[in-house]
């Protein structure tokens, strides 16, 4: 296989016509403000590969990519669209981290993905599915820190980051080592957890990728609360690209498109919004703020004082689907999501106990919470 040398860094593609761009961290790259995630990719093979060259001539400079979305065949669907265009765009690989990766089967694995997408090298690789408590496995010599490190020696890596779900305080934690240049973390305008390590990330210069900029679809339900609240009248999903990108540490917008009309409304969504407006993001989270007010003392701030739960129920992501029902409406999504709940954490488990309500410094009637839920099955 042919190896880029380190200093093939071939500025990225820009079309100012149809996209903005904006920096990704202090890599000096200038990243698309709307990337395309390929892990929605279909089984239509024609339509992804116009989907993914569409997507480059209107100036989107960023895919994300790796082998286990799809069934394991994202890369397989992405790469025809790729044919003839990779020069100047992002296409960044993904494997997982695990206590028995070593070296060696990680440089397998990058350069499995490479010869998968046609690739010559990565200008982004991401550790995948990263914790916290993996640091120690991520740091041991002989590791995937020593192959991603050598692979950036040779030219086979450019860049490096990390996606994962985890507490926001450890990912402030895991970019405070200096080790990445990029994270990819989970924001929308139903889930503004992760805010602090994106400011964060603004001061050490951390790029931030943020996927699910549209909740995983859950957005795509129109929403009159949003709507009135933050004063636009505009289509749900429209609103949820301007608040990711109205955060001014926000690198890009990581959307999963598999329909032509999504892109071309997403790219034309983007291209209208200047988030340079004075104020914007703080008019956004004030909105946000007011309806959040609509549950009165029903508001779980997460401390998550209520678990462990001994039947292991996960009180915390139920306290979340009954604020998206009583203060954003969603109550198409919260019934699908209540009713497709997984048997071991679901809250049909609860005994009645009371344990999670004693530990609530909030207050919050987990049990009538639970009651309230089940209405909707």
Same mark, same amino acid.
């Given at each position: 296989?042919?190896?880029?040398?380190?200093?093939?860094?071939?500025?990225?593609?820009?079309?100012?016509?149809?996209?903005?761009?904006?920096?990704?961290?202090?890599?000096?790259?200038?990243?698309?403000?709307?990337?395309?995630?390929?892990?929605?990719?279909?089984?239509?093979?024609?339509?992804?590969?116009?989907?993914?060259?569409?997507?480059?001539?209107?100036?989107?400079?960023?895919?994300?990519?790796?082998?286990?979305?799809?069934?394991?065949?994202?890369?397989?669907?992405?790469?025809?669209?790729? &044919?003839?265009?990779?020069?100047?765009?992002?296409?960044?690989?993904?494997?997982?981290?695990?206590? %028995?990766?070593?070296?060696?089967?990680?440089? $397998?694995?990058?350069?499995?993905?490479?010869?998968?997408?046609?690739?010559?090298?990565?200008?982004?690789?991401?550790?995948?599915?990263?914790?916290?408590?993996?640091?120690?496995?991520?740091?041991?010599?002989?590791?995937?820190? %020593?192959?991603?490190?050598?692979?950036? %020696?040779?030219?086979?890596?450019?860049?490096?980051?990390?996606?994962?779900? %985890?507490?926001?305080?450890?990912?402030?934690?895991?970019?405070?080592?200096?080790?990445?240049?990029?994270?990819?973390?989970?924001?929308?305008?139903?889930?503004?957890?992760?805010?602090?390590?994106?400011?964060?990330?603004?001061?050490?210069?951390?790029?931030?990728?943020?996927?699910?900029?549209?909740?995983?679809?859950?957005?795509?339900?129109?929403?009159?609360?949003?709507?009135?609240?933050?004063?636009?009248?505009?289509?749900? !999903?429209?609103?949820?690209?301007?608040?990711?990108?109205?955060?001014?540490?926000?690198?890009?917008?990581?959307?999963?498109?598999?329909?032509?009309?999504?892109?071309?409304?997403?790219? $034309?969504?983007? &291209?209208?919004?200047?988030?340079?407006?004075?104020?914007?993001?703080?008019?956004?989270?004030?909105?946000?703020?007011?309806?959040?007010?609509?549950?009165?003392?029903?508001?779980?701030? &997460?401390?998550?004082?209520?678990?462990?739960?001994?039947?292991?129920?996960?009180?915390?992501?139920?306290?979340?689907?009954?604020?998206?029902?009583?203060?954003?409406?969603?109550?198409?999504?919260?019934? &699908?999501?209540?009713?497709? !709940?997984?048997?071991?954490?679901?809250?049909?488990?609860?005994?009645?106990?009371?344990?999670?309500?004693? $530990?609530?410094?909030?207050?919050?009637?987990?049990?009538?919470?639970?009651?309230?839920?089940?209405?909707?099955?």
């Amino acid at each position: 296989m042919g190896i880029a040398k380190a200093s093939n860094s071939e500025p990225l593609i820009r079309n100012e016509e149809t996209m903005r761009y904006r920096p990704l961290g202090t890599t000096g790259l200038e990243i698309s403000a709307l990337s395309f995630g390929c892990m929605r990719l279909g089984e239509d093979q024609d339509l992804n590969t116009e989907l993914i060259s569409k997507a480059i001539d209107l100036g989107v400079n960023y895919f994300e990519t790796t082998r286990g979305y799809c069934n394991g065949q994202c890369q397989q669907r992405t790469a025809p669209g790729l &044919k003839g265009k990779t020069s100047g765009v992002i296409v960044s690989g993904k494997a997982a981290l695990r206590p %028995d990766t070593t070296e060696y089967t990680f440089r $397998k694995e990058i350069e499995l993905q490479l010869e998968i997408l046609g690739l010559t090298h990565f200008k982004f690789f991401q550790v995948g599915w990263f914790r916290w408590p993996m640091l120690q496995h991520l740091l041991k010599r002989g590791g995937l820190l %020593d192959a991603l490190r050598r692979a950036q %020696d040779e030219g086979l890596i450019q860049h490096v980051g990390f996606t994962g779900h %985890d507490a926001p305080e450890n990912f402030t934690r895991v970019i405070e080592t200096g080790l990445f240049d990029t994270l990819t973390i989970p924001y929308s305008l139903i889930n503004q957890s992760y805010e602090p390590t994106i400011a964060r990330a603004g001061e050490l210069g951390v790029g931030v990728v943020a996927m699910c900029p549209v909740a995983g679809g859950a957005l795509a339900q129109e929403s009159s609360a949003l709507k009135e609240e933050l004063g636009m009248d505009l289509p749900t !999903t429209e609103m949820a690209l301007r608040f990711v990108l109205s955060n001014p540490d926000i690198s890009t917008a990581c959307s999963g498109m598999n329909a032509m009309e999504h892109l071309e409304q997403n790219v $034309k969504t983007v &291209k209208a919004f200047d988030p340079s407006e004075e104020g914007i993001h703080e008019r956004f989270c004030e909105g946000l703020e007011r309806i959040r007010a609509r549950l009165g003392d029903r508001v779980c701030t &997460k401390c998550r004082y209520c678990m462990p739960c001994p039947e292991g129920i996960n009180i915390p992501a139920y306290m979340d689907l009954y604020l998206f029902w009583k203060a954003f409406g969603l109550e198409d999504m919260v019934r &699908k999501s209540v009713k497709n !709940t997984p048997e071991a954490r679901n809250m049909s488990r609860c005994t009645d106990c009371g344990a999670c309500e004693e $530990k609530c410094p909030n207050g919050i009637p987990v049990r009538e919470t639970f009651k309230e839920l089940a209405t909707l099955l």
